[in-house]
Structures are given as structure tokens and as C-alpha cells.
């Protein structure tokens, strides 16, 4: 296994949310060092306020099967993803880089994110940070 591995995150839904979730968790507890770079949509998926959706859906069912999804964690005893997803990031194993671009172009304020996200960085900068890791995209 590569000694670290980068994602690319560009989508906003609560599918990409869940690989976002299960990979850097699982990450974790393997020590694997893993950073995910949220750009365009994807990005909003680091916003405080923001509750991610599922996808492939009528827009009226899809806030309710990603609440059906959530309760589904829960009895896996993932109660808070956020919480888990923080813990990864406190253990220094996986770190959650915004675009800069793609912030500016949205007008998204580094204060709409969660605390524990990294600093933004641009391309040239996840680039710069995955230059010895395997690269995927979300």
C-alpha cells in the first residue's frame, strides 16, 4: 500500500460524503496518511451548516434517504461522522485541505468551515503535498 494516498473530493453528496467517511476513518486506524483536497462542489461538503443529500434522487427524496442513511450509521455506532472524521484528523493520520479557488469563486469564508479543516491551498499546493502519494478522485 502506498505510504500516503490523496483524494480528490469535487462532489457534494452524501455518497461522497460516506467514501469521504469510511476511507479516512479506515485510513486512521491503519495509520495511513491520507489528505483529501474538497474543490467545486465537493467543497461544501466542509461547511458547518451544510447537510449533504443523495444523489440520483427527486429532490424531495433525497434529504430523507440521507437521513434514513444516517440512522443506518447509528445502529453501527457511527452516531456523529463528524466526530469520527475529527478524531481521524486529531490523530494527524488524514487532513481536509479546501480549494482557495474554488472558495473564492463560491465566496465561501474560511469561518463557514469546520475547525479542524486544514488551511486552504490551491492546485499547485495538493499537488505539491501528493507529489509521493497515489492520487484519487471522489
Same mark, same amino acid.
Given at each position: 500500500?502506498?505510504? /500516503?494516498?490523496?483524494?480528490?473530493?469535487?462532489?457534494?453528496?452524501?455518497?461522497?460524503?460516506?467514501?469521504?467517511? !469510511?476511507?479516512?476513518?479506515?485510513?486512521?486506524?491503519? /495509520? $495511513?496518511?491520507?489528505?483529501?483536497?474538497?474543490?467545486? =462542489?465537493?467543497?461544501?461538503?466542509?461547511?458547518?451548516?451544510?447537510? @449533504?443529500? #443523495?444523489?440520483?434522487?427527486?429532490? #424531495?427524496?433525497?434529504?430523507?434517504?440521507?437521513?434514513?442513511?444516517?440512522?443506518?450509521? #447509528?445502529?453501527?455506532?457511527?452516531? /456523529? @461522522? =463528524?466526530?469520527?472524521?475529527?478524531?481521524? $484528523?486529531?490523530?494527524?493520520? !488524514?487532513?481536509?485541505?479546501?480549494?482557495?479557488?474554488?472558495? /473564492?469563486?463560491?465566496? !465561501?469564508?474560511?469561518?463557514?468551515? =469546520?475547525?479542524? $479543516?486544514?488551511?486552504?491551498?490551491?492546485?499547485?499546493?495538493?499537488?505539491? *503535498?501528493? #507529489?509521493?502519494?497515489? *492520487? $484519487?478522485?471522489?
Amino acid at each position: 500500500m502506498a505510504e /500516503d494516498i490523496s483524494f480528490i473530493v469535487s462532489d457534494r453528496s452524501f455518497e461522497k460524503f460516506g467514501m469521504t467517511l !469510511i476511507l479516512g476513518t479506515t485510513g486512521d486506524a491503519m /495509520d $495511513v496518511k491520507m489528505n483529501f483536497f474538497f474543490t467545486f =462542489w465537493g467543497l461544501h461538503l466542509l461547511r458547518k451548516k451544510f447537510k @449533504p443529500k #443523495a444523489a440520483g434522487m427527486f429532490t #424531495a427524496m433525497k434529504g430523507m434517504a440521507a437521513m434514513m442513511f444516517r440512522k443506518k450509521l #447509528a445502529k453501527f455506532g457511527m452516531e /456523529d @461522522p =463528524w466526530a469520527m472524521i475529527k478524531e481521524a $484528523v486529531e490523530n494527524g493520520n !488524514i487532513k481536509l485541505y479546501p480549494c482557495q479557488m474554488t472558495m /473564492d469563486l463560491m465566496g !465561501i469564508k474560511r469561518e463557514e468551515m =469546520w475547525d479542524f $479543516v486544514e488551511d486552504p491551498i490551491g492546485a499547485a499546493g495538493f499537488l505539491e *503535498i501528493s #507529489a509521493n502519494a497515489k *492520487i $484519487v478522485s471522489l
